[in-house]
């Protein structure tokens, strides 16, 4: 079956625009999780929805960060006013459940840029 | 908090056998994950450990002890597909933290012919 797939694989940007970037998580996982990695790091917590609320977003750097999951399937993820810090591979992940077996699939990412 | 210690780097020759450790500090324990990732490509699960011992899957088997705070994974009969970043990871279960993991920063692992 698919995976979880991310949308851009890439995307270049100028400091102080507005940027979304998109996942699909696997049919049926109520879970999604977004992660952001930079370069020789391990992926970073953001933000994890159970169904279509946001469970917990106490990894958002800032409010300049928000995502939505209005039905509970596919997820966005914005970024208002980039700063050249947020550039990184912004990773999404489903489960099926938030237990702590409950294994996270990971989608390619999306690597940001920003100018 | 949590945090998790690993090397950053490991080289191996094909056909050889790696170790490769993680160290943990949490305030509470619901297990330890091992995942891959190659260059450029999505994390992938390899195996997890809720209780202590030996978990073994194909070449790959990963360790747990508890009472040590530590765990590692073991990769047989290296082949050169194999150099990729291996990352423990622990799930952030405090309180409502949900299932999110805590990554450990990555060891490279190099296999060399």
């Known amino acids: 079956g698919a995976g979880v797939s991310q949308t851009p694989s890439n995307k270049v940007t100028e400091k102080g625009k507005y940027v979304e970037l998109r996942c699909d998580p696997i049919s049926g996982h109520t879970a999604l999780y977004w992660y952001r990695q930079s370069l020789g790091q391990g992926p970073e917590f953001l933000i994890y929805f159970q169904g279509t609320g946001a469970a917990d977003d106490s990894g958002l750097p800032n409010d300049r960060f928000f995502a939505v999951r209005p039905e509970g399937s596919v997820s966005t993820l914005k970024i208002q006013r980039t700063e050249r810090g947020d550039s990184a591979v912004y990773l999404c992940?489903?489960?099926?459940?938030?237990?702590?077996?409950?294994?996270?699939?990971f989608g390619p990412g999306t690597r940001l840029t920003v100018l | 908090g949590q945090s998790l210690e690993q090397p950053s780097e490991v080289t191996a020759v094909e056909g050889a056998i790696v170790q490769i450790n993680c160290t943990y500090q949490?305030?509470?324990?619901?297990?330890l994950s091992w995942y891959q990732q190659h260059d450029g490509g999505a994390p992938t699960f390899l195996s997890y450990?809720?209780?202590?011992g030996l978990e073994e899957t194909g070449r790959f088997s990963s360790f747990l002890s508890r009472s040590d705070s530590y765990g590692y994974l073991l990769l047989q009969e290296l082949q050169m597909k194999d150099s990729a970043s291996y990352f423990c990871a622990v799930p952030g279960m405090i309180y409502n933290q949900g299932g999110k993991l805590i990554f450990g920063q990555g060891t490279e692992l190099s296999v060399k012919p």
């Open positions: 992940a489903s489960a099926r459940g938030t237990s702590g077996t409950d294994t996270q699939y």
């Open positions: 450990n809720g209780l202590d």
């Open positions: 949490t305030s509470g324990f619901y297990g």
